[in-house]
């Protein structure tokens, strides 16, 4: 069993004052495999300070000296993709295609950010004004479970871009992927001071990061309701908040697609991530009078999907995080037969063999109607609901019937119309026709599924206070 009983402040692992500790699980097995001390508000307030003094120096860095930094830090990252993909497999329940690609994705933000500082205007001039973009300073990052290693670098990138230091707190849940990827970076020998990690809870790191009035900023994926309570929390020190919260991604599949090939692909958009993914496309809506033939495909598409062990080559699909969010899965699946959905595959209990880890069944409805909890609220599951609509115009009505606006899916077999379509969706992200995520390009929701914007160049203007200057040509 693993014990991990330092965090990273100021270019050096020190013991957290923090004495609570976290025990971390196996979800394929249930079995304890580490534990974690937790740091506390002390802590917290010591990495600050370490951030606040590297702060003075950095911010005062070019371009090609953050880049060279961004660099280092990719490199290192890749150079740990064996201990890194294990610690994603046995601490999260990443199938370890999944992994590999989490690693992989997380070294690259790094160039990825590295690319967009090279581009990016710092100094524009307006009339008879210069205009300037300046670091915004200290920025709170608190990141999740269920991707964090891409959550920690995608924010970590574009604040160093940016010329801000960072204080870190990540989910305790995640212990042994942080303590790996910070290894790394400790290992590309980033200047003290400009990255801070401080293991520990919401309630005491994360209020204190919150609160805090040398914090400048918070960046924060997460639910909903935390984001809520964040940005409550920011208030009385006008920190500025980028939150990426939840949501409740429709599926849009037009009547003029080849359903055979569009189908299997958006039955897969719910399977993101073990199903437990903030864009899951988990409300599939179809044209009413095809029904049934959506019915019998994704049937089979779910009924394909590989449930097993991570370690296995062949598993596409391992399990739920932790006993917890386990029994709220579970907990929807019954409310979805109780409020009347059509089970059409899956159902609440482990695939059968699967009784040892916290592993669901990949799970389909149908004959779902809008007013049902199934379609209303995020499960963080392989659950989907599938709705019926009459016209186009009620798909449109039903995908922004929802209080989220993450990401969004079109499936058409005329480009023209899927594009027209995508205008009309109140969503941060529309992918048409099963086409990835952009990662060059800005992310980030509508309505309460967040504020602001994270990647590339739109990430890194959120870390920046913006300075007119006038005057700066003339003299006495």
Known sequence: MRTINRIFINGEFVQPQGKDEQILINPSTKEVIGKVILGNEEDTRTAIAAAKMAFKTFSQTTIAERGEILQRLHDSVLARMDTLVEANINEYGAPRKMAIGRVKLAANIFLDAKEALENFEFVRYMASAKVVKEPIGVIGIITPWNASYSQIT??????????????????????????????????????????????????????????????????????????????????????????????????????????????????????????????????????????????????????????????????????????????????????????????????????????????????????????????????????????????????????????????????????????NLARKINSGTVLINGAFHELKAPFGGYKESGIGREYGEYGIEECLETKTITGYQKTY
């Open 154 to 419: 995608t924010k970590l990138a574009v604040a160093i871009a940016a010329g801000c230091t960072v204080v870190i707190k990540p989910s305790e849940l995640s212990a042994i992927q942080t303590d790996e990827i910070v290894e790394a970076f400790h290992q590309a020998g980033v200047p003290k001071g400009i990255i801070n990690i401080v293991n520990g809870l919401g309630n005491t790191v994360g209020v204190e990061l919150t609160r805090h009035q040398d914090v400048a900023m918070i960046n924060f994926t997460g639910s909903t309701r935390v984001g809520k309570e964040i940005r409550r929390g920011a208030v009385d020190t006008m920190k500025r908040v980028t939150l990426e919260l939840g949501g409740k991604s429709p599926i849009i599949v037009l009547d003029d697609v080849d359903f055979e090939k569009a189908i299997p692909v958006a039955v897969n958009q719910v399977l993101t991530n073990n199903g437990q993914a903030c864009i899951a496309g988990s409300r599939l809506l179809v044209p009413e009078h095809r029904l049934e033939e959506v019915k019998r495909i994704a049937k089979r598409t779910m009924e394909a999907v590989k449930v097993g062990m991570p370690s296995d080559e062949a598993t596409t699909l391992g399990p739920i995080v932790t006993k917890k969010q386990y029994k709220n899965v579970q907990h929807y699946i019954q409310i979805g037969i109780e409020e009347g959905a059509d089970l059409i595959t899956g159902g609440v209990g482990h695939p059968e063999g699967l009784e040892g880890g916290y592993f669901v069944k990949p799970t389909l409805f149908a004959n779902v109607t809008e007013d049902m909890t199934i379609a209303k609220e995020e499960i963080f599951g392989p659950v989907q609901a599938i709705l019926t609509y009459k016209t186009e115009e009620e798909a449109i009505e039903m995908a922004n019937n929802t209080p989220y606006g993450l990401a969004a899916y079109i499936h058409s077999g005329n480009l023209e119309k899927a594009n």
